[in-house]
């Protein structure tokens, strides 16, 4: 069964700084390319950052030069480090393993301005 679980969200000021960890289970984690993806109030889910089962980046526009998404497959964990925080990144952050449809619950992050 594949379960996917995210952590790492919370209320943060504007300018500050979180880290997102996704743990994966139940999937040969280190040959499937993972992904973070965002979904404010109102607006449609969209891409954050994603990256292949080598290790190449992908970011959106709006994360690029403030996150970076990284990957340990030894633990079978995703990760976000997001920094210079906006009230406009405010939204439940989910990860997904490309390909296999699978996501998880999300995990909220609030930014105050």
């Known amino acids: 069964q594949v379960q996917l679980v995210e952590s790492g969200g919370g209320l943060v000021q504007a300018g500050g700084s979180l880290r997102l960890s996704c743990a994966a289970s139940g999937i040969i984690f280190r040959i499937n390319a993972m992904g973070w993806y965002r979904q404010a109030p109102g607006k449609q889910r969209e891409l954050v950052a994603s990256?292949?089962?080598?290790?190449?980046?992908n970011y959106a526009d709006s994360a690029k030069g403030r996150f970076a998404i990284s990957r340990d497959n030894a633990k079978k964990m995703l990760y976000l480090q997001m920094n210079s925080l906006k009230p406009e990144d405010t939204a439940v952050y989910y990860c997904?393993?490309?390909?296999?449809?699978?996501w998880g619950k999300g995990t909220l992050v609030n930014v105050s301005s």
């Open positions: 990256i292949t089962s080598g290790g190449t980046t």
């Open positions: 997904t393993v490309y390909g296999m449809g699978y």
